[in-house]
């Protein structure tokens, strides 16, 4: 697909117009296909990669009585379960490291690599490689796609060209239900489809997945690196001449010439344009290291095979630096790349430790405000609180209240509470203190909550005492 439209502007009045293209060549959609060792790497990383997506979704773990998806968001009750694991909206904090660690990953791997996960890991470069091969399995090799293109409608194009999209609809869907399903069970939602016999929240995500997925890796495709990723746009800050990217060794491969007129002094580029021809991008990288580029390797595939049949060493487009490139040496420590290092190792420590010491209960104390204290006719003065506590472990467990802080505060009446597994539940406390004359106003009070079976793992929270 290309979308040609024009844009108008001048910065001194004059208007020029300029053309703006959605993909850098109009028939770059049609790449030719290569195989090769990046080719069969970045289809190992589809399947890899979707295996995770589709069949994550149909596992299931057993928590005690009840089974359960072993991977789920589950927003109603503001529930993660990671397997084992179930994590609440309190642990922010270890979302938060995530997020941190994902991040310096990827500026990690770019200072060293440039963009590696846009060529072989992103969503994008997956569901396209995914779609293209539907659409190659229909309509054919890119010549013939764009014949088709061109010609008109007729039974056969209407076949093909309905084939593909039926197909491409169809995974477009598929991939929603799967999305959906890491938020309502899958084989809860599944029957329900039949019927669409599901909630607003349901219906819209699985419309607005699939037609995003079916647009963006059908018709989209790589213009959506060039044109919408950030990241193509901020990566060149995490790169330097140092950085390995995929680049055309200018020094060998000029100047250009076909093999068959080639003469002495000519370079190793025998012209072809197969390394342009397979790229998703539509770039040429013999100009040069572009933003564009989103490091797939496909080019070097073609060159190597066009290198093989020359009878010239392979390497002239390859994982090199500009440093290397221009014939020099690159180094791989560099204080970029020490500092992304060191960073990951720090908020990776940071995430572990936040796993390692997660609490097992968690409490908050809120103060009954209908009662701020009262007076008892022993001439002892009491404060009531309602302590939420929340039990994060899979079983259900007796919890027991303790207080200290204020010379002889007891606690009045129950004392304890049971809270089913991964549950939070309520217990109204009293707590009684002597009325000596000594303390007024309001006092600091530490209320705790402990298993009954385990008082070391407790759980407290300061909060006051009120004296007349
Ligand atoms: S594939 Fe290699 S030889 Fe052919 S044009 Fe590209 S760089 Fe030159
Ligand atoms: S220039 Fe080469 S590595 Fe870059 S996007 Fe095109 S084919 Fe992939």
Aim: proline content about 5%; glycine content about 8%; some cysteine.
């Amino acid at each position: 697909m290309s979308t040609d439209t024009t844009l108008t502007g001048g910065a001194t009045g004059a208007v020029r117009a300029m053309p703006l293209t959605f993909h850098p060549r109009p028939d770059s959609v049609h790449a030719r296909a290569v195989g090769g060792r990046f080719n069969t790497l970045r289809w190992a990383m589809v399947w890899l990669t979707q295996l995770v997506f589709y069949g994550g979704v149909w596992l299931t773990w057993r928590d005690g009585d009840t089974v359960r998806p072993a991977l789920w968001m589950d927003i109603p009750h503001e529930r993660l379960y990671v397997f084992d694991h179930v994590l609440w909206p309190q642990d922010a904090l270890l979302f938060a490291f995530v997020l941190i660690v994902a991040a310096l990953a990827l500026f990690f791997v770019t200072a060293l690599a440039g963009r590696l996960f846009c060529g072989f890991a992103c969503p994008q470069t997956v569901y396209t490689m995914m779609f293209t091969w539907i659409e190659a399995r229909i309509e054919g090799k890119p010549a013939a796609r764009r014949a088709l293109d061109a010609a008109p409608w007729r039974p056969r194009k209407i076949a093909l060209k309905g084939a593909k999209h039926a197909l491409w609809w169809a995974l477009a869907a598929w991939t929603a239900i799967t999305f959906v399903g890491y938020f309502t069970p899958i084989r809860d939602l599944l029957p329900r489809l039949g019927t669409w016999n599901m909630g607003m929240w349901e219906g819209f995500w699985l419309i607005f997945y699939a037609s995003f997925t079916y647009v963006q890796a059908g018709f989209a495709r790589e213009a959506v690196c060039q044109h919408m990723c950030p990241y193509a746009r901020f990566q060149g800050v995490m790169t330097d001449a140092h950085t390995r990217q995929v680049g055309y060794d200018s020094r060998r491969g000029e100047p250009r010439a076909h093999a068959r007129s080639a003469g002495a002094g000519a370079g190793d580029c025998v012209d072809c344009t197969i390394c342009v021809q397979v790229c998703p991008t539509g770039i040429d990288i013999r100009d040069g290291t572009q933003y564009a580029c989103i490091n797939c390797g496909l080019c070097i595939d073609a060159c190597d095979t066009v290198m093989d049949k020359v009878g010239r060493a392979r390497g002239l487009i390859r994982y090199a630096s500009e440093r290397e490139l221009a014939g020099r040496t690159a180094a791989i420590l560099r204080p970029r790349v020490a500092l992304y290092a060191a960073l990951l190792l720090l908020f990776g420590a940071l995430g572990a430790w936040q796993i390692a010491t997660r609490p097992e209960v968690r409490l908050d104390v809120l103060r009954d405000r209908g009662v701020l204290m009262r007076e008892t006719a022993d001439g002892r003065i009491e404060n009531a609180y309602v302590l939420k506590v929340a039990n994060l472990t899979r079983d259900e467990v007796e919890y027991v209240a303790q207080v200290e802080g204020v010379p002889g505060a007891t606690i009045v009446g129950n004392d304890r509470l049971r809270v089913a597994a991964d549950s939070v539940a309520s217990l109204r406390l009293t707590v009684s203190a002597p009325d000596d004359g000594m303390l007024r106003g309001a006092q600091p009070l530490d209320i705790a909550v402990a298993p009954h079976a385990r008082p070391d793992e407790r759980a407290s929270e300061r909060s006051r005492f009120l004296f007349p």
